[in-house]
């Protein structure tokens, strides 16, 4: 139950999740979804901060999400974005729609079982399947220090933190129709206002789900510790460090 609480809870941000969260770097998107991708379902799109970049890669891109609070911000954002209210195991295409369907920092709320046939099924063959996993890079020592430590899910086959380090692997399933599975980690930098860190650190559903008071506690422990770091000291802006790990498979 908390996980699906946790699961639905961004809509109530949504602003926030706009307005806080940094996009995947847009070379992330391109290898995404491939070169002439045809349609492409942004599947779980949110706020559509991946969505913005496909739309330089395909004029056809559908925005799907199961909180119309999100899509209704995404309108907003991106209103050339067709937009569909479906949940990732129930997408309302017809077989083979797709040229590449992609998911952005939410394949670990769904119920891989259901969306594995669901992906297959609309997918073409020769189309592409990605899971984008993108965020601050905590490894740098002030990230870290400031935004805390990213929550370890343990979910077996989903998204729990491997040996190898890799907080987001996907796990193809034996018999799933989809061949050529490649890996790529993608860096970039992008400025950020040092007064929006503890609304990205509020923008993530551990903090969203919490009582109006706890919320606002966590926002001002997040701003004692970046007043004091030294790397924050001198501006009012900083270039906030984003790591990507991007999962690609082509339909057989």
Do not use: K
């Amino acid at each position: 139950m908390d996980r699906q609480i946790r699961a639905t809870s961004f809509g109530s941000a949504a602003d926030d999740y706009a307005r806080y969260r940094p996009a995947p770097p847009a070379e992330a998107a391109e290898w995404a979804v491939g070169r002439s991708p045809g349609l492409v379902i942004d599947v779980a799109a949110g706020t559509g901060h991946l969505a913005r970049h496909l739309l330089g890669r395909t004029n056809r891109v559908v925005a799907v999400d199961i909180d119309r609070r999100m899509l209704a911000t995404l309108g907003n954002r991106l209103p050339g974005v067709a937009r569909v209210v479906a949940r990732g195991e129930e997408l309302p295409f017809v077989s083979g729609a797709a040229g590449a369907v992609v998911i952005s920092s939410a394949w670990h709320w769904l119920d891989p079982g259901q969306a594995w046939s669901e992906i297959a099924r609309v997918v073409r063959p020769g189309g592409t399947f990605s899971v984008v996993s993108s965020g601050p890079d905590r490894s740098v020592a002030w990230v870290e220090a400031v935004l805390g430590r990213r929550e370890r899910d343990q979910r077996p086959g989903v998204a729990g933190d491997r040996p190898d380090g890799r907080r987001w692997h996907v796990e193809l399933p034996e018999g799933a129709p989809f061949s050529l599975v490649e890996e790529r980690t993608f860096t970039a930098a992008v400025p950020y206002e040092v007064a929006d860190l503890p609304g990205l650190v509020a923008s993530y559903s551990q903090v969203i789900v919490l009582p109006a008071a706890e919320r606002d506690a966590v926002r001002e422990e997040v701003a004692l510790r970046a007043a004091a770091r030294p790397e924050l000291a001198a501006g009012t802006t900083v270039d906030l460090p984003l790591r990507c790990r991007v999962w690609r498979a082509v339909r057989a």
